[in-house]
């Protein structure tokens, strides 16, 4: 079900209620980039620790937004049966007030949403507002101080308009005397009436629906007493809660605490933390705490998928899609105790056909996938019984190794534990290529040169080594075994004790104090005795 501005409020108590009822939640993101390319090294590498690819992280999420996310809602009928309400929610940073975000699109995601048939238009017109912490403490400070400023440049020509409209009926207006504007958008609505409010001290303003605003003529002391009533559209709380827009559902949220499930979740999280709550820290451990304080039970498929495709002759698979593919096929077959998942009537069409990379099929997916992975450990440790009569409490506890583990793409560590100490994970031998009659070598020339046999990630360590990192020992043998007799590149695998120019400047400065102390002792001798 797609969600825009001009439905959320109407939806959001159903929401609220759905996801108090919730087993657990599914989620999905779409953005308008991943990496940043700047600076050229913020692209994800072997070598990062989790310290490091958070910094790397960071900078992309300041950099992008997101253009929609899914939420699948997946409620527990009885033991054996779930019920899903997917919703995709499209969204835009808020203009309201002092808020006018910059937005920056990646040329490749932009391309690749377009391939799957995203709507830019849904993003761009009917695109939810949202806002963190730190944006409304900001906006509640400018309301308070009665300095509003239009920032829309679609909403400053409506206001224009609107002033010399009502400007020029004023002036031969009476006491009691209204006029009305017309086609104005919720957010124009809004910003018509406060600056309107703040540049004439005898009008009053009143929403009369479909898209029409009353502006009437009042005394000063009149205006008073309709500013101190409960029925004001523009009181401050109304205003900070139209301009929270998607920020309320994320506070249901957190605060209904539900085991919250993704794919490659990191990203997902990062996004969350940085558009609902507040900017990302510096810190990152204090990320780690604070998504902890959030999401208390965190989820990642790809964390649970990689252990259960060790137990399981299933074919390699690349992403969410196939892995979904695999589970629902014949090469998994099909357990009379496995649960039924059932699509509600508003999220029937992915039932029908699959929309891949349309957030709301790909939190479907992604919860599926969970419950049938979930089963299929159960069913390795438990009797017919117990399987028959599977509930998600019990899943939970089938889960309990990988909770709040999130995958570590390509890193240093196998996961974040947003819980406790990273994951660590054992890669083949890091190699060193030592050149010889190749000047001027850099990282890009060595993983071209490399690259028809393997994928390595490359990272210089004197002027003429460098270090390459892979995950794969397959790759690290076939290298050493090719390039064994190589000219030119001398690879091996990498000896802190012989490779590291730390440990090599170390060894050069003992040697020479221990020639000098050598030679101090040889030449002075020892004192002679006179007679």
Known sequence: ???????????????????????????????????????????????????????????????????????????????????????????????????????????????????????????????????????????????????????????????????????????????????????????????????????????????????????????????????????DSCRKELILTSARGFTNLFQIIVKAKKPLVGHNMLMDLCHLHDKFYNPLPESYEEFKKNIHHLFPVLIDTKTVTKSVWKNYQFPRVSNLLEVYEVLCSDLNPMDPSCPVIALASDSVRYAEKKAPHEAAYDAFVCGSVLLKSAHLLLCGLTDDAVKANSSFSQYLTMLAEYLNKVNFIRGGVSSINFSGEDDSCWYPPPLVVCVRGWPRLDERQIYQELQPLCRFDIRRLSENQFILLSNRFKHVIRVLHDYKDHPKLQISVYSRWRHSPHVNCLLKVSGIVALWSLLAFVLGGSPSCSP
């Not at 994800?44 to 790397?56: G, T, V």
Request: proline share 4%.
């Open 1 to 231: 079900m797609d969600v825009g501005a001009a439905d959320f409020a109407r939806c959001l108590p159903c929401l609220r209620d759905r996801i108090g009822r919730a087993a657990f939640l599914g989620l999905d993101m779409e953005f308008t980039g991943l990496h940043s390319a700047f600076p050229e090294s913020n692209q994800p590498s072997l070598f990062d620790s989790p310290a490091e690819r958070y910094q790397k992280v960071r900078r992309s999420v300041q950099r992008f937004t997101i253009t929609q996310l899914g939420l699948a809602i997946f409620l527990e009928e009885n033991s054996n049966k779930y019920v899903v309400h997917s919703y995709n929610f499209f969204l835009f940073p808020s203009t309201l007030g002092v808020m006018d975000a910059e937005l920056t699109l990646s040329a490749s995601s932009i391309q690749f949403l377009s391939h799957y048939g995203f709507d830019y238009n849904k993003f761009l017109k009917d695109g939810i507002p949202y806002m963190n912490e730190l944006q409304e403490k900001i906006l509640s400070q400018r309301l308070l101080e009665g300095s509003w400023k239009v920032c829309s440049a679609l909403n400053m020509n409506v206001v224009k308009k609107a002033i010399d409209e009502v400007t020029c009926w004023i002036a031969a207006a009476k006491e009691g005397d209204t006029m009305i504007l017309q086609d104005l958008s919720d957010s124009q609505m809004l910003d018509v009436q406060l600056v309107l409010r703040q540049a004439l001290p005898n009008i009053w303003t009143q929403p009369l629906g479909d898209n029409e605003l009353m502006v009437k003529k009042v005394t000063p002391q009149h205006r008073r007493l309709l500013e101190s009533s409960s029925h």
